[in-house]
């Protein structure tokens, strides 16, 4: 199994983009992208894409893989859409690197892209409700905020968590946000803020929920063999986990755990042959402020139940032991479905480039993402490092 | 690069089932590719699963992977919804070979499923309109039947080709799918039934389009490290190419050639190290009888422009040079989208196992799939052979 390697990746700004179309987002992010390789890319090199949409709004919903990658001149390049719902880019990465692995490319892109504030609140809720469970949970009435309303009711009455603890994710993710130019919200809250906004589906304030946001990401994978020629500093994709689940919250064992975060976490350790504790920092999918404690807990950064007092005690602020979010994360930079995963990919890149700036961690050698499909009917996650620091503390 | 291979494949009954649910579908067709794996296949054995649908209809669209594969109790595999319209599968095929190739599986499920007929001829109408180019083609008005009648229009312009020419491919694939017990048109045509059909876009009769239908389609693709449990006579991928277009056709340089088509097979011949004079059969993407004659050329089974007379002079009838779409194809077997591409492997493994009935291409050695999607804006082709025949032709 040969090495896949992470030489670029870029983010278009999260936000609210009535003058853009999802070409034109994919095209910012790809050239974004291919500007990062620091040693330059023709993107003639590219052997295969995969972009990751869900399509929200319905307009170019089949063939939207080429559609992309047509307008930004890759027109011939194998392409497909990869589709996991807000878990579709993190796929999209995930077989971006196999595709290197399995010989048949050299040079991979990796994407995501999703407009969705053009579309009614409406349609909104019917192109996310069809990416639920929808023989039962849709039609039941139940919304996305409605499914983690239930595991942050269950997690409440399990172990004690409190809405204050729900709060300081929003709380430390705008904090983080306000500090990266990209975030759709890139505005500081206060606890107070959190705490007595609207209640969108009890026990979740509006600070508790992700917005809706357009945007686009892409990153450049490629093989041992050529990484040579686009970096002399290069980042490995060291692990690399996913499974599946039951669609349906209601189908599953626990209410409190996401198996899917828990069994793609340990896939991606194993690989890697790290543990939680040889990360530096790590971007979670906080789609609500309940997934990003389900998400500690799943990926092994705390126990089981002690979510709440680990964020609560800072222990995941940027200068806490595992800075966790650093981009703002899906509640502050914004969470464009199909480029969330890959967005990710863009902090993770920037984090162990030492290019993010006021957010940077200091001198990091390992970074994990971690994107969620559904309330968890699909998780991946990655494990990214930094080769030449980890031969510094082999040297150590 | 380590060698994959095809140890399973069946497909449902192609048709119109309205007490069927595409979870239902899936699971026959699943049932099915284990139940033709020789030597028996554990489901547990499954590492990655890829599920090619366009989601017409939009009941499931997130997430329809896993909401398939956790309905016969894959329910932690990491599976992927792969799309690229009408080629959905084929690149659900060609993933699972990557998956496979690039060592983080040995046991992978392609596969493919589409609920059509339970949706208004209107809001089909939208589904497909949506997965064509829908900035210009599909707001000013063209269907797929229109786009592939242009496409038609100047073959007869540039070549001489004539609607008879297109209805002899109406009437070989008729008379092929009237021999397999799974086409949803199982019935013979003549050359006046489909040349006296109603115009659907001129110049294409009904008889030169293919149908809307129900059905699941599905694949076991394994390492060469374990084939030896599952089979004692493999059947080796042994190409795969596939290639991406601009998906509006007016976009293109020519009406009368899908390069998409092309460059797939060019990749595919050349991985294998064979070419068209090797294969003993091929299933190619007929959604319109002139898709067939351009697939012929295309993929060098004859000239440029000579596809309308190699099709009348029966070059690809069962007991032709060249059997093409022994299983009917879209025309009769159907054309449910997202199982299409899997459903051309399930007939080439029922070819090369020697399992078709009274379609059996005598004792073949190698065939060949190809799958568009939309006009040509993907397409990908992937060559099989059955080991022992090729061991038996060396040793000849």
């Known amino acids: 199994m040969r090495d896949a390697y992470l030489v670029g990746a870029a983010q278009t700004d999260f936000g609210s983009f009535p003058d853009e179309s999802y070409r034109s987002l994919f095209r910012t992010a ?87 504030t053009d579309t009614s609140s409406d349609a909104t809720k019917y192109w996310l409700g069809v990416s639920g469970e929808t023989e039962w949970e849709r039609l039941s009435g139940t919304t996305f905020a409605g499914v983690y309303a239930q595991m942050a009711d269950a997690h409440m009455a399990e172990y004690g968590t409190t809405s204050e603890q729900l709060s300081h994710v929003a709380v430390k993710n705008h904090s983080n946000g306000a500090k990266n130019p990209h975030a759709h ?62 669609v349906g919250l209601f189908q599953r064992d626990t209410y409190t755990s996401i198996p899917a975060s828990r069994e793609a ?49 800072g222990a995941t602020e940027l200068d806490g032991e595992l800075p966790v979010n650093t981009s703002g994360g899906l509640k502050s930079k914004g969470h464009p479905i199909g480029a969330t995963g890959v967005g990710q990919v863009a902090e993770a890149f920037k984090q162990l480039s030492g290019d993010a700036g006021e957010r940077q961690v200091e001198d990091p050698t390992r970074g994990l993402t971690h994107n969620v499909g559904g309330s968890g009917g699909a998780a991946v996650v990655h494990v990214f490092e930094r080769e030449s620091a980890v031969d510094r503390e082999v040297d150590a």
Do not use: W
């Open 30 to 116: 790809f050239e974004g992208a291919c500007d990062s390789v620091p040693a330059g890319i023709d993107p003639d090199d590219i052997d295969e894409a995969f972009v990751g949409t869900l399509g929200v709004g319905g307009r170019q919903l089949g063939l939207s893989g080429p559609a992309a990658t047509e307008h930004v001149g890759l027109d011939g390049v194998p392409t497909t859409r990869v589709e996991n719902a807000c878990a579709a880019s993190g796929y999209a990465m995930r077989q971006a690197v196999q595709a290197v692995k399995s010989g048949m490319a050299d040079v991979a892109l990796a994407s995501g892209v999703e407009v969705m």
């Open 185 to 246: 919200l890139g505005f500081e809250c206060s606890l107070d803020d959190a705490e007595t906004a609207p209640v969108v589906a009890d026990p979740l304030t509006l600070y508790h929920c992700c917005p809706t946001t357009d945007g686009a990401a892409a990153a450049l994978v490629v093989s041992e063999d050529v990484v040579d020629e686009y970096t002399d500093d290069p980042i490995r994709v060291a692990g690399v986990g996913a499974a599946s689940d039951h």
């Open 265 to 313: 976490g340990e896939r991606a350790y194993e690989m890697a042959g790290v543990d939680p504790s040889d990360l530096d920092f790590a971007e979670v999918h906080d789609c609500f402020a309940i997934a990003e404690l389900l998400a500690y807990e799943d990926l092994g950064f705390c126990e089981p139940g002690e979510g709440g007092e680990f964020v609560a005690a």
